[in-house]
């Protein structure tokens, strides 16, 4: 089980470097678990360890916005260079927070699906619900954007210098344990690329959206007996988010 990382950064401490993103999304989605999102709102500090994600790989990946050169206004984001963010809404109802990778007119991006809330808890259960635990704040990629109040005013951002959302590395000592593979969650019909395992996840983590599916249909169990949950449950489409 990872542990809780409360410490604040040592002054100075510089944001994630972008080299680390400069590289497909399939090799950044799993670098980025650890590492911490940041959100600097109206003088409160909200922080987030990343403990899940996906990869969408651009204009091949037939569950990819970008899909066969795809390029709109909603999505010219994707476009930009390593280390932009791309929101998009979704549904009419919640927000998806993506990193995007590789480099400039590459158009892949990597959904972070979950983080573990670090600080300003309190903060993110006012823009939740009132009561909310901990593991209910930021568990789903709709989850989070709500919590952490992103919205697509934030589309378009830079991640990797210090402003109003950005990246920082995982904080010293920090381990998430085992990290799993799956394949993504809440896809349509896009065929062959369903049964990627292109999300990652920190397998023993209360703060994940859903646990690792053992076969098609089921979701593992966790945080007590097994049960079956819907895709759309851990907040967000978590479909073709990127």
Same mark, same amino acid.
């Given at each position: 089980?990872?542990?809780?990382?409360?410490?604040? %950064?040592?002054?100075?401490?510089?944001?994630?470097?972008?080299?680390?993103?400069?590289?497909?999304?399939?090799? !950044?989605?799993?670098?980025?678990?650890?590492?911490?999102?940041?959100?600097?709102?109206?003088?409160?500090?909200?922080? &987030?360890?990343?403990?899940?994600?996906?990869?969408?790989?651009?204009?091949?990946?037939?569950?990819?916005?970008?899909?066969?050169?795809?390029?709109?206004?909603?999505?010219?984001?994707?476009?930009?260079?390593?280390?932009?963010?791309?929101?998009?809404?979704?549904?009419?109802?919640?927000?998806?927070?993506?990193?995007?990778?590789?480099?400039? @007119?590459?158009?892949?991006?990597?959904?972070?699906?979950? !983080?573990?809330?670090?600080?300003?808890?309190?903060?993110?259960?006012?823009? =939740?619900?009132? @009561?909310?635990?901990?593991?209910?704040?930021?568990?789903? $990629?709709?989850?989070?954007?709500?919590?952490?109040?992103?919205?697509?005013?934030?589309?378009?951002?830079?991640?990797?210098?210090?402003?109003?959302?950005?990246?920082?590395?995982?904080? $010293?000592?920090?381990? $998430?344990?085992?990290?799993?593979?799956?394949?993504?969650? @809440?896809?349509?019909?896009?065929?062959?690329?369903?049964? =990627?395992?292109?999300?990652?996840?920190?397998?023993?983590?209360?703060?994940?959206?859903?646990?690792?599916?053992?076969?098609?249909?089921?979701?593992?169990?966790?945080?007590?007996?097994?049960?079956? =949950?819907?895709?759309?449950?851990?907040?967000? %489409? &978590? @479909? $073709?988010?990127?």
């Amino acid at each position: 089980m990872p542990t809780r990382e409360r410490r604040r %950064d040592a002054p100075g401490a510089d944001p994630l470097a972008r080299r680390v993103l400069e590289e497909s999304a399939d090799r !950044v989605a799993p670098r980025l678990i650890g590492c911490r999102l940041v959100r600097e709102l109206e003088g409160v500090r909200l922080v &987030g360890v990343i403990v899940e994600t996906e990869a969408y790989l651009g204009e091949r990946d037939r569950a990819a916005h970008a899909f066969g050169g795809r390029r709109t206004p909603r999505n010219e984001s994707m476009y930009g260079p390593a280390g932009t963010a791309y929101v998009y809404f979704t549904y009419g109802m919640h927000h998806c927070f993506n990193v995007v990778c590789a480099g400039v @007119g590459i158009p892949q991006a990597v959904l972070v699906r979950a !983080v573990m809330p670090a600080e300003g808890l309190e903060a993110m259960r006012a823009r =939740r619900f009132r @009561g909310a635990a901990d593991r209910a704040l930021c568990s789903g $990629p709709g989850k989070l954007c709500q919590a952490m109040a992103i919205d697509r005013a934030l589309d378009g951002a830079d991640l990797c210098v210090r402003g109003p959302v950005y990246l920082m590395p995982p904080a $010293p000592g920090w381990t $998430p344990g085992r990290v799993a593979r799956d394949r993504r969650i @809440g896809l349509g019909d896009v065929g062959a690329w369903g049964t =990627r395992r292109l999300r990652w996840l920190v397998a023993a983590s209360e703060f994940v959206s859903v646990g690792v599916r053992r076969r098609p249909g089921e979701i593992a169990k966790r945080n007590g007996p097994a049960r079956r =949950r819907r895709a759309c449950d851990a907040g967000g %489409d &978590g @479909g $073709p988010d990127a």
